[in-house]
């Protein structure tokens, strides 16, 4: 067998589905393996490309294979899917990785080390918390409300309902005990946030990158860590608009015969890093309609065109840039020049 540049492996959770070419373009290897075959048959392999698609434990096997000495990259899955032929199937899909790979205007997702991936692990295990707790509290409420209780919004607001849920007789005993459960629960859960937003603000003074971000107003500690841990080279983005577009926060494009169709933000990416840009930005927006801040030319500007909510994903937009803008050129965030428009936002 003629040694193959170029491998595309198809994963799945025990069958591994190999292909690869030659220098030539001639398929060498069209071979299927068990997943305690796969170091193995990679370990007496000479130096090759190797290719993933970036799903789920992809940065685990590359860096496994990258120990052996393979040159790894990781190929976005609805960019691999272009190139597959009809009648789907896992040789099919290898042979479709392998043929994506070769492109040269194909991008690939950087590995993560392990550290990173433990970094963003704790950041998605927050996400989930927080919503646990907000589906929660929206339950206690609506229950609530069948019985009559309402309340204000806010999390502060549900240890006086659920109070007032326990004192009321009219409520049936059942009811009432399954309201303290679910006030438990909601304890239990506020408890393990505590502890896990503990530990992000520990990776988060522990990161350099991470403290300069959070001077970015509207971002913080948090959005910091998400930021971080979420964008491995942020050089391989040619600009903060790429940087703002991968995140999805720029319009569709919707563009043909040189008339431009520019639509709704395309919400393409990472959904939890996006969400946290734009609740950052919509506290920004709030602390300057409130008079508690001294906001910039351009967001008062923004403000007196636009509704708060676009103009939060314009401002979200904004902060993306001037990220990307830190991220890679090492420089601090500094505020913008009072009187100079967003070109000069100081990165």
């Not at 946030?193 to 970015?216: F, G, K, M, T, Y």
Request: charged share 25%; net charge positive; hydrophobic share 45%.
């Amino acid at each position: 067998m003629e040694h193959p540049t170029r491998i595309f492996i198809d994963t799945s959770k025990s069958v591994f589905q190999l292909h690869g070419v030659d220098a030539g373009e001639r398929v060498v290897v069209r071979r299927r393996l068990q997943r305690s075959q796969v170091l193995a048959y990679f370990a007496k392999l000479e130096p090759t490309v190797v290719g993933l698609e970036a799903c789920g434990g992809s940065h685990h096997w590359a860096r496994a294979l990258e120990r052996l000495g393979h040159e790894v990259r990781l190929a976005p899955a609805q960019y691999v899917k272009a190139y597959l032929k009809r009648n789907k199937n896992d040789g099919r899909d290898a042979e479709a990785g392998c043929e994506a790979m070769s492109r040269p205007t194909m991008r690939f997702v950087p590995v993560k080390s392990a550290e990173r991936q433990a970094g963003q692990m704790l950041a998605q295990v927050r996400q989930r918390l927080v919503r646990d707790r907000t589906r929660l509290s929206n339950e206690i409420r609506g229950y609530a409300a069948e019985f009559g209780l309402v309340s204000a919004r806010g999390l502060d607001k549900l240890a006086p309902l659920l109070a007032r849920i326990a004192a009321d007789a009219g409520v049936p005993e059942l009811a009432r005990s399954l309201f303290a459960e679910m006030g438990e629960a909601l304890t239990a859960l506020e408890d393990q946030i505590e502890r896990i937003e503990r530990r992000l603000l520990a990776w988060h003074r522990q990161d350099e990158v991470s403290r300069r971000l959070a001077a970015i107003p509207g971002v913080g500690p948090i959005g910091a860590v998400m930021l971080t841990v979420k964008t491995v080279e942020p050089g391989l983005f040619r600009s903060g608009r790429d940087f703002a577009a991968w995140i999805g926060l720029t319009p569709k494009d919707h563009s043909t015969a040189g008339k431009q169709r520019l639509g709704v933000i395309t919400r393409a990416g990472d959904e939890d890093l996006r969400a946290v840009l734009v609740s950052g930005a919509m506290a920004v927006i709030q602390h300057a309609r409130a008079g508690r801040s001294k906001p910039s030319p351009w967001l008062i500007e923004l403000l007196r065109r636009k509704q708060p909510k676009p103009a939060a994903v314009a401002l979200a937009n904004k902060t993306a840039r001037i990220a990307w803008k830190l991220m890679t050129s090492g420089q601090a965030y500094r505020a913008e020049p009072v009187g100079q428009g967003p070109a000069s936002a100081a990165a």
